[in-house]
């Protein structure tokens, strides 16, 4: 097995002091690595007819595209306000100062399919309790919500209560 962890840069400081930063662009250079962490994602979702995959922006467009052509299902993005050119849907979150808001397309998620959520990062929920909200506003069955890393001590989870939430490495 490919120690994946081994293979994400740890940038501290940035984007602001105080916080250490897991940058995953070296593991998607590293072909093994990257072969590893998609089928880590992936594996426990086959054969339960996952319909479409969920990407969160940006990093979950890399890694939720390669998971979906892995269990042979459709993709969609949700990403931040005004970079989708059809009719959207929009859901707010908070941070720790202020709000962020994320859109899909109206279009995206059929009523019923089953979706897969998938994103590089859970650390505080935010962004995937709001996409969470957009996949069910569009008739979607959120079967389960996939990460690369989870920042256990930021308690994401919390924010997804009543969700399966699979998580490749903890930290």
């Known amino acids: 097995m490919v120690d994946l962890k081994s293979k994400i840069r740890h940038v501290p400081d940035f984007p602001k002091a105080g916080i250490l930063f897991y940058d995953v662009t070296t593991l998607l250079k590293d072909a093994e690595g990257f072969r590893a962490a998609v089928d880590s994602l992936a594996e426990p979702f086959e054969h ?29 993005p949700v990403r931040k306000p005004g970079k989708l050119p059809s009719k959207t849907t929009r859901a707010s979150y908070s941070l720790e ?3 962020d808001t994320l859109e899909i397309h109206d279009d995206a998620v059929a009523t019923g ?59």
């Not at 007819?49 to 998971?67: N, Q």
């Open 48 to 76: 339960q007819g996952i319909d479409l995959v969920v990407g969160i922006e940006s990093r979950g467009f890399i890694f939720g595209s390669a998971v979906a052509d892995r269990l042979g299902a459709g993709f969609s």
């Open 97 to 99: 100062y202020g709000t």
């Open 113 to 171: 399919q089953r979706v897969l959520i998938v994103d590089d990062l859970l650390a505080t929920g935010g962004t995937a309790s709001a996409t969470t909200q957009l996949v069910k506003r569009l008739g979607g069955h959120v079967h389960a919500l996939a990460f690369l890393i989870e920042l256990e001590g930021l308690n994401g989870r919390g924010k997804l209560d009543g969700e399966r939430v699979h998580a490749v490495l903890k930290y």
